[in-house]
């Protein structure tokens, strides 16, 4: 069946500029994560959705950073007021219900300029 | 404040065997994981570990001992494909932390 998948793949924007990105879990899947990975570095946690509970907002670095998912499936994260430390990969997974696997997308690279 | 910390680089030749240490510091822990991670590409899972002791998958390998706060991956029969990054992970309730990843040359 179909992975995870992102949208957009690539987005360079203008400092101070609003994105969003987008986020199609595996069919089924309760379980939805947002990373961001700057080069070479490892993951940065920065939210968790289960199934229709209220999430744990605590990792998002910042009140610019917000997340959303939509009747338990797509979910979008929105960056407010762009800066050029936002510039990284940003990677959603899912998983089923209480399984620790989780199943990563392809990225989202994002440039701020 | 949390903390996973494994060695940057490991280099290996192919058909060696390689062990990827991860100790790790969190204030709650519910299991340590382990990911691949290929140039430009996307983690894939490899391993799972919630109970001291040794899980194996095929040529993959991973430890942990809770009381120890470690981990490690084991590779053996080293493949040119396995050249890549593999990260550590510790999930803490709901959050979930990553090493900053070791990197594996394997050399022929």
């Known amino acids: 069946g179909a992975g995870v998948s992102q949208s957009p793949s690539n987005k360079v924007t203008e400092k101070g500029k609003d994105v969003e990105l987008r986020c199609d879990p595996i069919?089924?899947?309760?379980?939805l994560y947002w990373y961001r990975q700057s080069l070479g570095q490892g993951l940065e946690f920065l939210i968790y959705f289960q199934g229709n509970s209220a999430p744990d907002k605590s990792g998002l670095p910042s009140d610019r950073f917000s997340a959303e998912r939509t009747g338990g499936s797509v979910s979008t994260l929105t960056i407010q007021r762009t800066q050029q430390e936002d510039s990284a990969v940003y990677l959603c997974a899912s998983s089923q219900t209480y399984q620790e696997t989780q199943y990563f997308g392809p990225g989202t690279r994002l440039l701020v300029l | 404040g949390q903390s996973l910390e494994q060695p940057s680089e490991v280099t290996a030749v192919e058909g060696a065997i390689v062990q990827i240490n991860c100790t790790y510091q969190t204030s709650g822990f519910y299991g340590l994981s382990w990911y691949q991670q290929h140039d430009g590409g996307a983690p894939t899972f490899l391993s799972y570990n919630a109970l001291d002791g040794l899980e194996e998958t095929g040529r993959f390998s991973s430890f942990l001992s809770r009381s120890d706060s470690y981990g490690y991956l084991l590779l053996q029969e080293l493949q040119m494909k396995d050249s890549a990054s593999y990260f550590c992970a510790v999930r803490d309730f709901n959050k979930f932390y990553f090493g900053s990843g070791t990197k594996l040359n394997v050399k022929p």
């Open positions: 069919s089924g899947h309760t379980a």
